[in-house]
């Protein structure tokens, strides 16, 4: 098997957040517990879950966007985390961000073709007519070519999102990281702005797809990590399983179930206020012991539940 494009071990993120005075105690926050994974070449991995379930934030740590307070982070085989800003920065071209914001992520001045090419000249050094060429094939392939004199209050919405593709693609990344790209944006403009992105990455280059849609997780990834208070609750190949985790399936089924209607718990099984598997003998594990990731069935299948590790064929109540 090649080695991952991306590794991640024990990832924690704790913010602090200070009071209003001085002396006003200061407040942690657990963002992230505990979280591991692997993405392989040619692998593209949902990150799915609530507001505040932490995906975002395991997204920039994998980038270096945010230091983890512990955990490592590997990418390519390197250890990424702790680095420092300028030897990260030579590195960086290969490992790509594709934030949500679409419009702030562009300059009203330029044109389309522009804003690729541009990139293409101060990043990869190419001379302007080698960037024009090649920042136009890559407008192409998206779709955009007649759109290449188009200034981003000229284009859609679906078009500003594929020339921030454009310019992602077109360095030929190992890894993309891509934070909800199509939120805001109908189902048909969400679909194509997917393709975009997924149908023309670089061979061998992963992706990490963070995203609430699950419509899209289940359409465009291979794996999905379904996270529920900083925790990966299940991680599945949606192509070979279901999801079983009474969360996940409320993510990924919202006529199952719904979704956490009291606080989560902050002891024992964040899910359990509203779980109906945490009842009879399950209910003292649940309350005094955290869940955490076992193998259901095939090895891409693992679930964080007491009770379906014990009995994953009970249907729920
Ligand atoms: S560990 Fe307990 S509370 Fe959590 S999902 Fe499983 S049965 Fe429900």
Redesign the pocket.
């Known amino acids: 098997m090649s080695r991952p494009i991306v590794e991640v071990r024990g990832l924690v993120k704790t913010f602090t957040q200070s009071g209003p005075w001085p002396w006003s105690p200061q407040r942690h926050i657990p963002a992230v517990q505990g979280v591991d994974f692997t993405v392989a070449p040619g692998e593209v991995v949902a990150l799915v879950g609530q507001s505040g379930s932490g995906k975002t934030t395991v997204s920039r740590i994998v980038l270096g966007l945010e230091e983890p307070s512990a955990g490592e982070v590997w990418l390519a085989g390197e250890r990424w985390d702790g680095l420092s800003e300028r030897v990260r920065r030579e590195k960086r071209l290969r490992y790509q961000y594709i934030p949500q914001d679409a419009m702030g992520a562009l300059d009203p001045q330029q044109t389309a073709l522009e804003h690729v090419s541009e990139t293409l000249r101060v990043l990869r050094g190419l001379t302007r007519a080698e960037a024009g060429e090649k920042g136009l094939d890559m407008l192409a392939k998206l779709g955009l070519a007649a759109r290449r004199d188009a200034l981003p209050r000229e284009m859609s919405g679906g078009e500003q999102r594929r020339v921030t593709l454009a310019r992602v693609l077109a360095l030929e990344p190992q890894l993309i990281v891509a934070d909800e790209p199509t939120s805001g944006l109908d189902p048909e403009r969400r679909e194509s702005v997917l393709e975009a992105l997924i149908g023309n990455l670089p061979e061998g280059s992963a992706c990490i797809l963070v995203t609430h849609d699950m419509t899209e997780a289940r359409g465009w990834c291979d794996r999905v990590l379904a996270m529920l208070a900083g925790r990966v609750i299940e991680e599945i190949n949606l192509k070979e399983a279901e999801p079983v ?3 996940a399936r409320v993510l990924f089924d919202p006529w199952s179930g719904t979704l956490p209607t009291q606080p989560l718990a902050l002891t024992g ?1 964040p ?2 206020p509203d ?1 109906p ?2 009842v009879g003998a ?1 209910q003292a594990r ?1 309350e005094g012991e955290i ?1 955490t990731l076992s193998t259901l069935g095939v090895p891409e299948h693992r679930v964080a ?4 590790i014990v009995n994953p064929v009970l249907e729920l109540p």
């Open positions: 985790h009474p969360y099984c899910f359990r779980c598997r945490a399950n649940c869940p539940c007491h009770d379906l």
